[in-house]
């Protein structure tokens, strides 16, 4: 994957925003406001009348159309099951991904609510059958277009792209190679001890910020944006905190709703600290590949100094010892 220079956004303005939402037939009262979001750009934009709508303009080169196309079908399949995820409003043509000026963009209704209470087991437990509901329709039915999370697209190529573009200090350079190097071995016999575990359709990023909890309707799942096809603890295991015996009991909390709707596999429990390890790979090459983009610069200064990457090899050092433990739970 090459990098994606800081133009890609640079003619999106808002004035192009509002006209690519009036496009579709939607009429903006003129206000905009800019939403938390790096990957892609996202606005809440005032309509003349009903609430405001979510307008999310895809990064260019990132995805191809059809791969945006499935992301949205899986959300539409998921709403049509009743569960909370927000599927794209679609025009009269019926369709939800539209075209403007260059971008490609999708608008969806506004939904309002707070990161749940992650220490609740009740909240644990909703969260796990709604997560159970999301994967029984994502074993339906493959994705056709859109990538596997695996070691070579989240771990070796990462880390290859990091040391052939020379944003590991020279000095460093040699110790983050060897310690990549024993991570990836590391993630490779977590997978070994799993053996061939099922691969589905799955949200892909379900941490806390992507859960938007409300008092009476409970979770509500957004930004499908990095969905893939993986393994099912991919959406489990990054709702997990704290020491040993807190990701036990979170686990469980999770696993007593999740198994209400679809069964869990427990080899998959092999891979959580590999995953982890796998995210953090694949999270500095994301900070790296998107560096020429003033948003990162202006949201991410720490990174590519000294200290982060002197920081990031004892966190691996970290992940090559817990992946030689136990699993949490079960195995």
Known sequence: ?????????????????????????????????????????????????????VAKFYRPQRWSDEAIREELAFVDALAEQEIPAIPAIRTGQGAS??????????????????????????????????????????????FRERPDISIDSFGREPADFLLANGFIPDELRDAYASVTAQALDGVRHCYDRAGEVRMLRLHGDCHVGNILWTENKGP???DFDDSRMGPAIQDLWMLLSGDRPDMVRQLSDLLAGYEDFFAFDERELHLVEALRTLRLLHYSAWLARRWDDPAFQSAFPWFNTQ????????ELREQVALMSEPPLWGG
């Open 307 to 314: 200290r982060y990457w002197q920081d990031r090899i004892l």
């Open 220 to 222: 509500h799942f957004v």
């Open 1 to 53: 994957m090459d990098r994606i220079f800081s133009h890609a956004f640079s003619g999106l303005e808002p004035d192009v925003v509002l006209d690519a939402v009036e496009s579709i037939g939607l009429r903006t009262d003129g206000r905009l406001l800019a939403l938390n979001s790096y990957e892609n750009r996202v606005y809440r934009i005032g309509m003349e009348e009903g609430p405001p709508v």
């Open 97 to 142: 991904l539209h075209g403007h000026a260059g971008f490609r963009f999708a608008v969806f209704p506004m939904q309002g609510g707070r990161a749940p209470d992650l220490d609740q087991s009740d909240t644990l437990q909703w969260l796990g059958r709604f997560i159970g509901r999301i994967h029984a329709v994502g074993a339906a039915q493959p």
